[in-house]
């Protein structure tokens, strides 16, 4: 028994079917929790198998993956690139490519499938004597088995494979890890295209080998398995590998301060149990906020800022946490409402709330007819002007929300705005960047004391809208 030393990632595909998102990045390179697929199984084979040579097959766009990955020294490995000349060829292209580089057993991983506390590291320990070896995964739902492809077993072994089945032999869908010896390269030359797509399928040829009486196993994976493929499957698979350990994800609260000194201990000691850290960007204020903020166990930067959106943006900055939580210091927004934006977080990058709902507004709450609709006005424009992105927004103004860092990190080189348009700008970046952001109703409240910055009379609410739109417009033109 001796495990392999050589990794094999195929990595050239063009991603039709989860289009637009493929249009200008390899589909191997779309983020899942905030990291490439294709690093996920760089690390999958370093950490389950101990691999440290590893070949990459690119095609499609594949300058972007050598870029980013180098050598690979950063990710503790060696990486070489195999270029597939034609990656409409199929799948088991990708096999002929490596041959003149591979003459030993290999783990071959296909780059666009997410494994998550699966257990590879037994399949390392797999005996000698095979031509291959499937992973399979246990499941009830036929329809992945036919979007995938089933295995024919006899007494422990595979005698066939089918690719996108009709009819489902058993239990079992076949997964993109396999562990080959240099046999599979005969297998691969015999193999003839396919009649069904013309193309040389991965499948066909273990199938061939398997049906010539070599020697083909399945091995039994377990853990959480997810074969990439649309638009809704990168959606599910980033709700996974968030949910999985959300519960360890450390929460910071960021709220910008100026002169709040009615309010701004309540806020921060009704949502200190519910995370990890309260952080209040003090504008210098002259009634004591920073002091009171920090007695109520809130942690204080008090400096100069230059409006609303440098607060906000040096609040996050200075934040610890994975997910970053945006409040306002003036009691308008209560923690009760925290968890649904954390719960829907789960399934997006940010999540953003709406004051718009009339049932959630207290009476008295600074949100009459005029600037609820001029919310929601303002929300459609952005969904207009950015269609195809698909954004559904009934308010602008509410700062209420929550983001995961590592989306932060992305659209912070574009955040300009330090007045109270950084809101929508916010908004536009990260449907800007192709993130998923969702709204929810929450619940808004009158003030504690003082008054809005931005809305305190009809002037000052003309005025700040005046802004937004001006931003929403050149952000269109791509003036900023």
Known sequence: MSAPRIGVIAAAGKGRRIHPRSSSVPKVMLEIAGKPLLVRN???????????????????LGDQIRTFFGDGAAFGVRIHYVENPDVDAGLGTALLVVEPHVHEPFVLVLGDELYLETNHPALAAMPDGYTAVCSVHETDDADLIRKNYAVEMTDGRITGLVEKPEAIPNRYLGCGTYLFSPDIFHDARETPRSARTGRLELTDIIDHAARRGAPVLPFVLTGHYLNVNSIEDLNVANFLARA???DTQRVSIVIPAYNEAASIAHVVRDFRPHAHEVVVMDNCSAD???DLARAAGAVVHSRTLRGYGDAIRQGMEAASGDILVIVEADGTFRAKDLGKLLEYLKDADMVIGTRTTRQL????????GLLRWGNVVVGKLIEGLWWKMEPRFTDVGCTYRAIWRDAYRKIRPYLTRDDAAFSPEMMIEIVR??????????????RRGGESKHSSSRWHSVRTGLRMLNLILRKRANIS
């Open 361 to 368: 507004i207290e009476q008295g709450a600074n949100m009459d």
């Open 433 to 446: 960047s192709e993130g998923r952001v969702i709204e929810i109703p929450v619940s808004y409240y009158r």
């Open 42 to 60: 760089v690390e999958l084979l370093r950490d389950a198998f101990g691999i440290r040579d590893v070949y990459i097959v690119i095609g499609y």
């Open 244 to 246: 999985l350990h959300f």
């Open 288 to 290: 004591g906020t920073g």
